[in-house]
């Protein structure tokens, strides 16, 4: 490693833009011929160039910030900032859904009875499946801080548990969505209120997924001893993620299952 006089990392060649770059236009252009011709065949190659590009472009990240001591305090605020900004953009793509919902609801066309929830949909309970998905989330939000406390005070034992009751929680959350997916009496392609229903809901519970695979990779990491108690941003944006779709649902809770009800 060669001494620098300033505190910012000056990251080297890496392949992995291309490869990124490449990956994903083999997927669009899989997307489409999938659209056209039903073929996944394209899409699939993309799919995996993608995957392991992000798997190798994220390793090494990793071995800069664990091993090789390229993660500064300075370093660290921009990752921060980042990923603050990255959450600040997810807030604003959620709220679009809900001014789709709000605007179709607050003064339903007369397409769709002039009634909110339309004509011959049935919503969901919200006392069912919902209610209990609030519950585990909550209790999610609840075991992540926990973790965070442990690690902060170098207690791995109780990082390991929390962490991976947290990653259980979000597990069984995306089971239930399923689940309720599946027995919906309606589909996105029934009016107004399918569409924003599935939407919000969906790119919620996909937002879940990445963030359940976010912890999971950070407990793969914390079994490795990747992580101390002043060292571990990797697994504080995770935890920022994490609260931030938690508060999505608290939201998508009240307003769609409950409110638009």
């Not at 101390?228 to 999505?248: I, L, R």
Request: charged fraction near 5%; charge should be negative; include cysteine.
């Amino acid at each position: 490693m060669s001494n620098h006089n300033h505190p910012y990392h000056l990251v080297d060649f890496s392949p992995w833009p291309l490869t990124g770059a490449i990956g994903v236009m083999t997927l669009v252009t899989g997307l489409v011929k999938w659209f056209h011709n039903f073929n996944m065949n394209l899409l699939l190659i993309g799919y995996f160039i993608v995957l392991l590009t992000m798997f190798q472009w994220w390793r090494d990240i990793c071995r800069e910030g664990t091993f090789q001591g390229k993660h500064t305090i300075m370093v660290s605020k921009g990752l921060r900032w980042g990923m603050i900004l990255f959450i600040i953009s997810e807030i604003f793509f959620f709220i679009s859904f809900f001014w789709a919902f709000f605007h179709s609801s607050l003064s339903p066309n007369i397409e769709i009875g002039s009634i909110w929830p339309p004509t011959n949909i049935t919503p969901f309970n919200p006392f069912q499946i919902p209610l209990l998905n609030t519950i585990i989330l909550i209790t999610s939000g609840i075991t992540v801080t926990w973790t965070h406390h442990a690690l902060m005070e170098n207690n791995y034992t109780q990082v390991s548990q929390s962490l991976f009751l947290t990653i259980i929680l979000g597990f069984y959350f995306s089971i239930l969505q399923a689940y309720e997916y599946l027995e919906a009496s309606f589909s996105i392609a029934d009016s107004i209120y399918g569409s924003t229903f599935f939407m919000a809901t969906g790119f919620h519970g996909f937002h879940v997924i990445i963030g359940t695979i976010f912890l999971l990779t950070c407990f793969i990491r914390h079994i490795n001893f990747h992580f101390s108690s002043t060292h571990h941003f990797g697994f504080e944006a995770a935890a920022w993620y994490w609260h931030f779709v938690d508060v999505v649902w608290l939201f998508l809770y009240i307003s769609i299952y409950w409110w638009g009800n």
